[in-house]
């Protein structure tokens, strides 16, 4: 088929028609289908009326929206964390924690982290498996002299879903010093009944987790946000990166602090999705329990379900010239009759 998949001029939701043609959209990131979700559509435009399209202003100006620190006191509170702070993007989120923490002591990545936590470039690691980078990184620091530690990683691997379980922590010394970083921008929101990664971590008296997140994905918010304690937030607002920095559309904030019961129905929406699809697969699958990305190491894939009109996320990876990684996404938007179609079409 010719159909150019790459410049699509409308909406994306549960299904997309190019050149007349009517597709079911399984891609994206859009879990909770927020974009499409009429209420949130509502309040963002009750945001922009109170507020205006943009604020091109720092967070360090004399005159200030109070809506930012309305919406990371909601942050923090919904999401469990003692204080947080929003960004105008989750990148910026993750560089300024990352570049501002990492002076703390001897910096270690965890395999397969996101670009935006690096500090400069790709970094090394000590295994591309992270059930094997867990029992290594813990005899690394319980081995050597140093005793502040930064790890960084990721909550989930998204590609081949994999949840992370930071319980290894436990078994680090307790004279050593660590802040753990992770990025939890395709959990937060979906996993742990939609309160992400923060607070599912290890609570231990020489840990201290800072977690960022990109906003855009399952919240539908173009911005991010760090959550962590007090003095972290703190140490972070008193960065140049921060300070320089100009905030997200207040629009969206308002949106997010007034939208907790439609993330609730969302995600209850999404949960019967997942749940009826994960029970049509078979073991050739490979995905989380409750989060919503399926992936199959079968190249033609894509192509199979295009002839039946359902595309899907296909790219090629980890190099160009790769074969394909093809994922099946569910949304939020999806309807029950959408699943049973996908569903007729793999199985």
Not at 23 to 41: C, M, S
Not at 60 to 75: D, H, L, T, V
């Amino acid at each position: 088929m010719n159909t150019n998949f790459r410049s699509y001029k409308g909406p994306f939701s549960n299904k997309i028609t190019i050149d007349g043609e009517s597709y079911l959209y399984f891609g994206g990131t859009a879990y909770l289908g927020i974009p499409q979700n009429q209420d949130f559509i509502d309040l963002y435009i009750e945001g922009i009326k109170k507020f205006g399209l943009n604020n091109g202003t720092s967070r360090s100006n004399n005159i200030q929206f109070g809506i930012y620190e309305e919406g990371e006191c909601e942050a923090a509170r919904r999401f469990y964390a003692e204080d947080a702070l929003i960004t105008s993007s989750g990148y910026l989120a993750a560089q300024l924690t990352v570049k501002t923490l990492a002076t703390f002591g001897k910096v270690v990545y965890a395999p397969s982290t996101h670009p935006a936590l690096w500090i400069n470039e790709s970094p090394e690691v000590l295994s591309s498996s992270f059930s094997e980078w867990k029992t290594a990184v813990v005899a690394l620091i319980n081995m050597d002299e140093q005793r502040n530690w930064v790890l960084i990683s990721n909550s989930i691997n998204n590609l081949f879903p994999e949840m992370y379980d930071f319980d290894f922590l436990r078994e680090i010394a307790p004279e050593k010093n660590i802040i753990l970083i992770v990025d939890d921008s395709h959990g937060i929101g979906v996993n742990n009944a939609g309160l992400g990664a923060f607070a599912s971590l290890p609570k231990l008296e020489n840990l201290t987790c800072v977690v960022v997140a990109s906003m855009a994905k399952a919240l539908g918010v173009d911005a991010g946000i760090v959550l962590g304690d007090k003095k972290i937030i703190r140490q972070l607002k008193n960065s140049n990166i921060f300070v320089g920095a100009s905030p997200p559309a207040a629009a969206g904030i308002y949106a997010f602090i007034h939208a907790e019961e439609i993330y609730r129905h969302a995600w209850k929406k999404l949960q019967e999705n997942i749940y009826r699809f994960r029970n049509s697969l078979n073991l050739t699958w490979k995905f989380e329990q409750d989060f919503p990305a399926y992936f199959l190491n079968y190249p033609t894939l894509s192509d199979d379900l295009l002839r039946k009109k359902i595309l899907i996320s296909s790219f090629p990876y980890p190099n160009a010239d790769s074969d394909p990684i093809n994922r099946i996404v569910l949304s939020s938007w999806h309807e029950l009759e959408d699943i049973e179609t996908l569903i007729r079409a793999v199985v």
